[in-house]
């Protein structure tokens, strides 16, 4: 590392604590959502491959939960797939499944979060299915960040998986269609979400300039605010995150008008 890039990385935390000192610790989100994007063009501006930019992304994670628990977030969730990246090559999409079958690991070995994942399990493969059960299991008992994992995740599958589950269990419980009809509200639906029992995201922060949310979390966005950053995932910086949460706290929020 030369001179310049030292002092440049010298103010750049500088700058973080700054906006640190700044921050308003009684309006930091409670859920935070994240939709790390950009691993690939990362890679490709780095003149490296795609499964490079896939592990640096990878790594960025555990720093980025480091900040979340400096800050008091209490529930993060992380897309690593969407039931659309299944399209992708298979050169592309095997390698990404074993990195992110090494983070849920990771997550799970590191003692401070609660793992828990959200996205259609029938999609993975018998491995990842085990590695995502036991995470869970081996993480039950920790009360720190609960990390979703959304694995497998589309926003409107969601939904649709909402709405089978309570169908089915209406069924068990001998409902009839009639009955159902006259009692389905907001929550009940909320009641058969993945996340259900947890509360809905407060910031939903978007790295790589892309300013759409793709299906995350369809139905639990509804009142969330967002963040976009032109940074890719990967390139993601302790500053940038301060800035999400500076930006949320100066936002006024009007539910209801």
């Not at 401070?112 to 493969?125: I, N």
């Not at 089978?164 to 009839?176: P, Q, W």
């Not at 639990?220 to 950053?229: D, G, I, L, M, V």
Request: charge should be negative; glycine fraction near 8%; charged fraction near 25%.
């Amino acid at each position: 590392m030369n001179l310049r890039d030292k002092l440049r990385g010298l103010l750049v935390r500088l700058y973080a604590r700054r906006v640190e000192g700044h921050l308003d610790t009684a309006q930091v989100p409670k859920h935070i959502g994240v939709i790390m994007d950009g691993n690939r063009r990362w890679a490709k501006a780095a003149g490296s491959s795609t499964v490079h930019g896939h592990r640096a992304g990878a790594d960025k994670i555990g720093e980025f939960l480091g900040w979340c628990t400096e800050t008091d977030v209490e529930v993060v969730t992380l897309w690593l797939l969407s039931t659309d990246n299944f399209d992708r090559p298979k050169e592309e999409l095997v390698p990404l499944l074993g990195i992110i079958e090494d983070v849920v690991r990771t997550l799970a070995a590191d003692g401070r979060w609660r793992v828990h994942h959200v996205g259609t399990l029938d999609l993975l493969p018998s491995g990842m299915q085990t590695t995502l059960k036991e995470a869970e299991e081996a993480t039950a008992h920790i009360d720190g960040i609960v990390v979703n994992v959304a694995i497998g995740y589309g926003g409107r599958q969601e939904i649709a998986d909402a709405v089978r589950s309570m169908l089915l269990d209406a069924h068990e419980k001998g409902t009839t269609m009639d009955e159902l009809a006259e009692a389905v509200d907001v929550d009940m639906i909320g009641r058969h979400l993945y996340t259900r029992a947890q509360p809905d995201p407060d910031l939903v922060i978007r790295t790589s300039g892309e300013q759409r949310l793709s299906g995350f979390m369809l139905w639990q966005t509804a009142h969330s605010e967002y963040y976009f950053c032109e940074v890719f995932w990967p390139a993601f910086r302790k500053v940038d995150f301060l800035r999400a949460l500076r930006d949320y706290a100066a936002r006024h929020r009007r539910y209801g008008g």
